[in-house]
């Protein structure tokens, strides 16, 4: 049985190999010769054909926003679970040879779902790497590996019980992949601190456009660079990260303070804005939560609670932090708080990877901001958009000391630093339709106060952050040669990546030439 198991897979190998006669010129679209080139390559029973009973609990089991699951979104031929680095291979491999692309989801919180959608009808397949999780990491190491479908949850929670003492500076969702997360930069509460997520990778594992694996010695320090930050599905598959581990005191501490219209918000918000992003202070972060007519400051202080006092006293008084508000508690116990709320939450939670967005739909978009808005810009905004809408909100995450500090604009492709006061991340959701009255409302909504905001924020270009994804600025256009246009592709490209577009386009070419590996917004090669 297994000399006939073998004959038989060989066969399938070879067709595979006769569709086209070098890896570097992927055949036309065939999507039986695909399937059976999985079933060759990797059990099948982790590929999920459209006919299986589990295929739409399984490509849903990650989606994190209900707009994509409609009648309308185009589905993948099938959804491949890998769990062996192996199987990512013979995905690549079986989808070159027969002209299947792949979406490759880890966390799937793409936010225009990108990494198991396709907005245009063509054949693809989804590369689930939820099964493919783990972080290898022993006490006292300041690195770990994390396989790509581990989420940050996972990452925080194996880091504070196995190696206490080291952190990993990620964001503040838990069920963000991790994958996902240093691929376009990565922005958190710790970033004034360590920098960003893809400042703090020193090596990584890659599948390219030939199905080989290369670590950061093979892959050259090109591309090495253009991984940490250039966005996702654009250079191949990253299926493990070597992660740098920073030490963190033994105690943190969090302080929540809500404050409304009534009691000085835009005040508030206007003296964060300027006093408190200073340089000098990495170990200090508040992000600011705008919903309504109410301003949540959220600070995470590596310290103790008497030494954030005597801070806040003397920078931010206006804002009454008391003792009464400090949680004192370890860096662990932190994210699980920081996210859900409740200091009796424990840190196991964060294993959770389910995220419960119910029927709640959601659109975002993102700007950067490198002169303060003022006291009578945030009054404004709050009187004419914010309070009108209960469901919208801004979170203003701050940038400055190791962000934009010197070097590290070429660390990594993540290019808003020196001079960013803050991040916007815009969110507006609505119930329960992807379209109709309520998702009409949510978007214009959006699109207003978005419009409203433009004489604030940056231009030429209108800065914005890859990992909030959002197609309204544009969309690869695939030319005559079969590849994405350089050129269309900047109206969004020089919005996410300014200077370092052309560099990562310049890495595209050299990895994957054919383009094989794209999606709505990926880096497009050079043009010849």
Not at 170 to 189: E, K
Not at 229 to 242: D, I, K, L, S, Y
Not at 247 to 264: A, D, F, H, S, Y
Request: hydrophobic residues 40%.
């Amino acid at each position: 049985m297994a000399a006939s198991t073998s004959k038989a897979a060989a066969v399938v190998l070879i067709l595979c190999l006769l569709c086209c006669n070098t890896l570097l010129l992927p055949c036309s679209a065939s999507s039986d010769s695909f399937l059976q080139c999985l079933s060759a390559m990797m059990p099948t029973e982790l590929v999920y054909q459209q006919s299986s009973s589990s295929f739409t609990s399984v490509l849903q089991s990650s989606v994190q926003n209900p707009r994509f699951v409609t009648n309308t979104t185009v589905l993948p031929l099938c959804v491949i679970t890998a769990s062996d680095v192996s199987h990512v291979q013979a995905a690549v491999r079986c989808g070159r040879w027969n002209g299947v692309r792949l979406r490759v989801r880890s966390g799937g919180h793409d936010y225009e779902g990108l990494s198991y959608r396709s907005v245009q009808p063509e054949v693809f397949a989804v590369l689930d790497l939820a099964r493919l999780r783990g972080v290898q990491v022993r006490a006292g190491e300041d690195s770990a590996w994390v396989d790509a479908g581990t989420t940050l949850g996972e990452l925080y929670y194996t880091v504070g019980t196995t190696n206490p003492g080291f952190l990993f500076p990620g964001g503040a969702c838990p069920t963000v992949g991790v994958s996902g997360f240093v691929s376009g930069g990565g922005i958190g509460l710790m970033m004034r601190k360590y920098g960003v997520g893809g400042d703090n990778v020193v090596d990584a594992r890659i599948v390219n456009a030939n199905g080989d694996v290369l670590d950061r010695a093979a892959m050259g320090e090109d591309l090495f660079w253009a991984i940490r930050g250039g966005g996702g599905e654009t250079f191949g598959v990253v299926v493990a990260w070597r992660l740098k581990l920073s030490k963190v005191p033994q105690t943190v501490t969090v302080v929540n303070i809500l404050r409304t219209m009534e009691q000085g918000a835009a005040d508030l918000v206007a003296k964060w804005e300027t006093t408190i992003l200073q340089p000098v202070l990495p170990d200090l972060t508040i992000r600011v939560v705008l919903q309504h007519r109410h301003a949540f400051f959220q600070t995470l202080f590596l310290g103790g609670c008497s030494d954030l006092l005597s801070t806040m006293g003397s920078l931010f008084p206006e804002l009454g932090t008391t003792a009464a508000d400090c949680n004192e508690m370890t860096w662990l116990r932190a994210m699980a708080f920081i996210y859900f709320g409740n200091t009796n939450t424990p840190a196991e939670a964060l294993l959770n990877r389910t995220n419960n967005v119910g029927n709640y739909y959601f659109k975002s978009k993102s700007d950067y901001v490198r002169r303060a808005v003022g006291r009578a810009g945030w009054d404004s905004l709050y009187q004419q958009w914010l309070s009108q809408n209960g469901n919208g909100q801004m979170i203003l995450e701050p940038h400055g000391a190791a962000v934009g500090g010197a070097n590290t604009v070429t660390t990594s492709p993540y290019p808003h630093r020196r001079g960013v006061l803050f991040n916007i991340q815009y969110g507006s959701n609505w119930c329960c339709g992807a379209n109709g009255t309520e998702a009409a409302a949510a978007l214009g909504w959006l699109n207003g106060i978005y419009g409203f905001m433009a004489p604030f924020v940056t231009s030429s270009p209108r800065e914005a952050f890859a990992n909030y994804r959002d197609l309204d600025m544009g969309q690869n256009v695939i030319g005559g040669d079969g590849l994405s246009s350089y050129w269309r592709a900047r109206a969004w490209a020089e919005r996410y990546f300014m200077g370092n577009y052309r560099r990562l386009a310049a890495v595209k070419t050299a990895v994957d030439p054919t383009d094989y590996f794209r999606n709505e917004q990926s880096i497009p090669p050079l043009p010849k």
